[in-house]
């Protein structure tokens, strides 16, 4: 490809005893084809803990502009605050949108759609969101490293002001250097082993998903050795093979004291409710106060369902909900509106 580089004398390269120097930090370009403009070597840094130092070039492509193609289906996602919600504005959106709703023209499941969408709506409105944003981790420096940082940037700074010659100051500011990254691979070592440890110790999803966003990271922080009983693995893929059976087995249940005749009580009690609701002569009566009570039982603070609905929704206006349901009770059972309301409690 006729590739070279930039002709220059000015090293990039410094070796931390000092004792060479050389340029294996350059930008390869076609002699040919002239793109590459104001080429340039920077000047070492305080804050540049490394041996090498950057190398630039601006680059002259001529490019047509075209406009950016939209994701279909994307969608924005939003964090719903219901701590700060207008209970009057959302009250009364809900108010006058199901007032606007003929039942008896309109199958039962319109009249349920209806219903979710003017929740949603009426969420929208009366309620602030905020956008989901994900943010990578942040280094965050100890005492000691700040105050080694510091001393490194000061030493420069002198070594700097005096010229930048080869004298004490410089070997003061090589000193402080050294002490600095020394300093943060300890500090890298301690926290990868303080995370294996607990890992290990103490087990949780919250952890193994940590585990997984470091994997996932840009920066190397695998485990160089893990030992499942008594057997070292050291290549990526036994490792991996050994937390899949690590967490296999930790997702089984296991018998530390749980309550069966619980178990045992609810199946029975779910397998009569069932049976009364297939049971259209004998069919159970639920008053306007029950399914208040159970849309009040619902868990706060959950995920939302299939329709995109969370308890919120409805406890933040029970009365003019259940008085909608109740204007549906010729088409859908009280039963019905129950077994929805404990099938979204359970969800959530």
């Known amino acids: ?60 492509v001529k490019s047509k502009p075209t406009n950016k193609a939209i994701k279909s289906g994307y969608i924005s996602k939003f964090k719903i605050q219901w701590k700060d919600i207008d209970s009057e504005l959302y009250h009364n959106h809900i108010s006058n949108e199901l007032s606007q709703h ?71 500011k090589i000193l402080a250097q050294r002490n600095l990254r020394k300093q943060l691979r300890k500090e890298q070592y301690l926290d990868r082993t303080q995370f294996y440890n607990e890992l290990m110790d103490n087990p949780s999803n919250d952890m193994f998903h940590k585990l997984i966003r470091r994997n996932r990271g840009s920066k190397n922080k695998d485990a160089i050795c893990i030992m499942e009983n008594g057997e070292h693995h050291y290549s990526a893929t036994d490792q991996t093979n050994s937390f899949s059976r690590y967490f296999e087995d930790l997702a089984v249940p296991k018998d530390n004291g749980y309550d069966s005749e619980f178990l045992d009580l609810y199946n029975i009690r779910h397998n009569i409710f069932d049976e009364l609701c297939k049971q259209s002569s004998n069919e159970p009566q639920f008053s306007f106060q029950n399914i208040c009570d159970a849309i009040q039982q619902l868990h706060s603070s959950k995920a939302t369902d299939e329709l995109g609905l969370a308890a919120e929704h409805f406890k933040n206006s029970p009365t003019t909900v259940t008085h909608f349901l109740i204007n549906c009770s010729a088409l859908i059972t009280f039963s019905t509106i129950i077994i929805y309301l404990i099938s979204l409690n359970l969800v959530s």
């Open 102 to 172: 003929n039942i008896e023209s309109h199958s039962i499941e319109e009249s349920i759609n209806f219903l979710c969408n003017c929740l949603k709506k009426a969420a929208t409105v009366a309620v602030p969101s905020k956008i989901i944003k994900l943010k990578g981790p942040q280094f965050k420096a100890s005492p000691t490293t700040l105050m080694l940082l510091k001393i490194s940037k000061e030493k420069y700074q002198l070594w700097k002001s005096h010229g930048k010659k080869n004298d004490h100051l410089k070997t003061d």
């Open 1 to 60: 490809m006729n590739l070279q580089s930039h002709r220059s004398e000015e090293s990039t390269f410094f070796h931390h005893s000092e004792m060479s120097a050389s340029q294996i930090d350059y930008i390869l370009h076609n002699a040919t084809i002239a793109f590459l403009s104001d080429y340039k070597i920077h000047d070492q840094c305080h804050s540049n803990t490394s041996s090498h130092v950057p190398v630039s070039a601006k680059m002259n």
